[in-house]
């Protein structure tokens, strides 16, 4: 990455994804897959860190909190061991997943890439607003593409409605979509650790659930 190094070349410690700014040198962020908080103090004079973007409120433009400079830096690298060959962009109309307001996110008990469909039919009612996640284990099981996994190894979301569907809840997932408004989970398995976070819960088969749910949200 750009900033460890950068922070390297200035001889400071990099400060990574911090979710709360206490003063000028004072800063939290999650540890142990976020099941601790760890307050930290920076002695350095420049610092450099990142942000868990979902842990702030975004900043309305022009209200005048803030005196920002921006500077153009003209330069180049060079480069011998690299080069750029080609990009493919998808293209969707559906929102990314850090900016979606709705999260329809499935696991490893859709069983099939297929079955995926029924969380894109679910996100589609929503134009604009939804999205489809997933769990590391659905991504692993070839079910969906890798950019669309939430957890520690995959993307941070705090989205208003995230729906977990199938997914068991392992420490890793929990770690990227607890700062969500409401969560709600469905899952078959009434034990699993899913629903001891979720805000509402529902015990079932979703290969039943989603298209009667599916069917009703048409409805309205």
């Known amino acids: 990455g750009i900033l460890p190094r950068l922070a390297a070349l200035l001889d400071v410690q990099p400060i990574s994804d911090i979710t709360k700014i206490i003063d000028d040198s004072q800063y939290m962020r999650f540890i142990y897959a976020g099941n601790a908080i760890l307050k930290l103090k920076s002695h350095d004079k420049i610092k450099i860190m990142t942000v868990r973007g ?54 490893r008990a859709l069983k099939s890439k297929e079955n995926f469909k029924l969380l894109y039919d679910l996100a589609d009612l929503f134009p604009g607003q939804a999205t489809v996640g997933a769990s590391r284990a659905a991504v692993d099981a070839g079910y969906c593409a890798n950019d669309l996994q939430i957890g520690q190894t995959g993307k941070i ?51 039943k659930i989603l298209p009667e749910l599916t069917e009703k949200l048409k409805k309205k």
């Open 54 to 107: 979902t842990a702030f409120e975004a900043a309305k433009q022009g209200d005048g909190n803030g005196d920002i400079q921006v500077e153009k830096l003209e330069s180049t690298v060079k480069n011998d061991l690299s080069e750029f060959v080609s990009r493919e962009v998808t293209q969707s109309e559906r929102p990314e997943l850090p900016s979606a307001r709705i999260i329809f996110s499935g696991g």
């Open 157 to 207: 979301v705090a989205p208003e409605l995230y729906i977990a569907i199938g997914i068991s809840g392992a420490i890793q997932h929990i770690a990227g979509m607890k700062d969500s408004k409401v969560i709600v989970a469905i899952n078959k398995d009434g034990d699993a650790p899913i629903f001891a976070m979720a805000d509402y819960g529902l015990t079932g088969d979703l290969f």
